[in-house]
T-cell receptor, first 113, second 114 residues
Framework: DSGVTQTPKHLITATGQRVTLRCSPR?????VYWYQQSLDQGLQFLIQ???????AKGNILERFSAQQFPDLHSELNLSSLELGDSALYFC????????????FGPGTRLLVL | GESVGLHLPTLSVQEGDNSIINCAYS??????FIWYKQESGKGPQFIID?????DKRQGQRVTVLLNKTVKHLSLQIAATQPGDSAVYFC?????????????FGAGTRLAVHP
């Protein structure tokens, strides 16, 4: 157990809908990262937050957004969902902001029908 | 550009044999490298890391080797067990846009046969 929690574990929704994925980092970690992993693919970095502020952006679509709250938990919002958004979404956390190990949560499996 | 790749997408080994998973990286300025293990349906799990001022680091049954001359990273697993079956990712830390960023490789699937 990495100490990173994610909810929900599974999510099934329809095209055009909006969902919110939640992540709680390890105690003491200030950075949260979001990744997307499609079937048998690598990890695609989406976005990073550090202590409540956006720090780095990767290949995140405009339909996706995220935020980190004062208690350091983070939410990833996915809107106008398309079939191709079906994937595993992982959250990771680290102590500060890069250059160190990221610890991953168990992921949320999203299925868009 | 920045990239981390793997030589072998799938590696099959016999139980008890040693496994070697390879990774090439392109950014000579990368200063920190991590190996992750991802079992089916689970999140990546930290295995071992190494900083660029080292060329070898050992853990429990695992060893990471770093060859900065040829920009190559490898993970050696001794006495491979069925529980080692998973996808293994290497990741390099590099600076992008002024910030440290982990870049992950595509992954190598390790299949351990009895």
């Amino acid at each position: 157990d990495s100490g990173v929690t994610q909810t929900p574990k599974h999510l099934i929704t329809a095209t055009g809908q909006r969902v919110t994925l939640r992540c709680s980092p390890r105690s003491g970690d200030l950075s949260v990262y979001w990744y997307q992993q499609s079937l048998d693919q690598g990890l695609q970095f989406l976005i990073q937050y550090y202590n409540g502020e956006e720090r780095a952006k990767g290949n995140i679509l405009e339909r996706f957004s995220a935020q980190q709250f004062p208690d350091l938990h983070s939410e990833l919002n996915l809107s106008s969902l398309e079939l191709g958004d079906s994937a595993l979404y992982f959250c990771a956390s680290s102590v500060v902001s890069g250059g160190e190990t990221q610890y991953f949560g168990p992921g949320t499996r999203l299925l868009v029908l | 550009g920045e990239s981390v790749g793997l030589h072998l997408p799938t590696l099959s080994v016999q139980e008890g044999d040693n496994s070697i998973i390879n990774c090439a990286y392109s950014n000579s300025a990368s200063d920190y490298f991590i190996w992750y293990k991802q079992e089916s349906g689970k999140g990546p799990q930290f295995i071992i890391d190494i900083r660029s001022n080292m060329d070898k680091r050992q853990g429990q049954r695992v060893t990471v080797l770093l060859n900065k001359t040829v920009k190559h990273l490898s993970l050696q697993i001794a006495a491979t067990q069925p529980g080692d079956s998973a996808v293994y990712f290497c990741a390099e830390n590099t600076i992008s846009g002024g910030y440290n960023k982990l870049i992950f490789g595509a992954g190598t699937r390790l299949a351990v046969h009895p």
